[in-house]
């Protein structure tokens, strides 16, 4: 389902991702840790070509950009359709409702039937919890609630791949595990996903396979009880060291 292949990101003379290499199969959810700065949300946001990678392969379902060459912009309009992306912050347009926050896509990227989109808009707002809150506009909204209308938004696009970076950061802890209750019944549906996420209780019970990255490059991979009960890297044993004391 995603296929990536060699992949460098630089940002001037600093280099952030330095030859990923990275395969998730359909309907597997992939949960990316590490520290501050180590690449996480770059690999994200180059899956999606939120950020144009300096190199490298990336292939999703079908289609696969090649960036050892420049990529038309056509392309990566097509290749973006493909995944649903929901960010750190909840980005919803503050002056219309969460029903028209979810529409918005659909209608103006797909040029979807206004009726048929409402109908799916208002399907999706039940399934993330938020059926009784059409018709509320984001400053009425909790964080938590914002965040679940950027889920349902997402999904509208109905995109092979769901991206979340850092989706629940933002959140008071209290609101937190109302967004995770809804990432994980994605899961326990099939939707395929790459997650980014500091919230390891969920790594542990929802990833198929936990990536830890560092200095720009994927340091150890493998399910959640080889790389949180036994890591081989001393740099992971580090990372949950110190995540682990809290520090």
Excluded at 57 to 70: A, R, Y
Excluded at 124 to 132: E, W
Excluded at 227 to 234: D, G, T, W
């Amino acid at each position: 389902m995603i296929a990536v292949e060699s992949l460098y990101k630089q940002f001037g003379d600093l280099e952030v991702l330095k030859g990923i290499d990275l395969n998730v199969e359909q309907g597997k959810v992939v949960v990316v840790i590490g520290p501050s700065g180590s690449g996480k949300t770059t690999l994200l946001r180059c899956l999606n070509i939120l950020e144009t990678p300096t190199a490298g392969k990336v292939s999703i379902d079908n289609q696969t950009l090649d960036f050892s060459s420049k990529v038309p912009s056509s392309k990566i309009a097509s290749f973006r359709r493909l995944t649903g992306m929901v960010f750190q912050s909840y980005n919803l347009f503050p002056h219309m409702t969460a029903l028209q926050n979810v529409m918005e896509g659909p209608i103006t990227v797909k040029k979807e039937q206004k009726a048929k989109v409402e109908e799916k808009a208002r399907r999706l707002l039940v399934k993330v919890g938020l059926g009784d809150k059409a018709d509320f506009y984001p400053f009425q909204l909790s964080g938590g609630q914002q965040q679940r209308v950027g889920i349902a938004r997402a999904l509208a696009m109905e995109p092979k791949v769901m991206l979340f970076d850092e989706a629940t950061s933002a959140l008071d802890p209290e609101l937190v595990g109302e967004v995770l209750r809804v990432m994980k019944e994605l899961a326990q549906e099939g939707m395929t996903m790459v997650v980014v996420t500091h919230e390891m209780q969920f790594a542990r019970e929802v990833a198929d396979e936990v990536i830890f990255m560092d200095k720009g490059v994927i340091v150890e991979k493998g399910k959640p009880e080889e790389i949180f009960e036994s890591p081989k890297a001393e740099r992971t044993k580090q990372f949950l060291r110190m995540i682990s004391s809290g520090v």
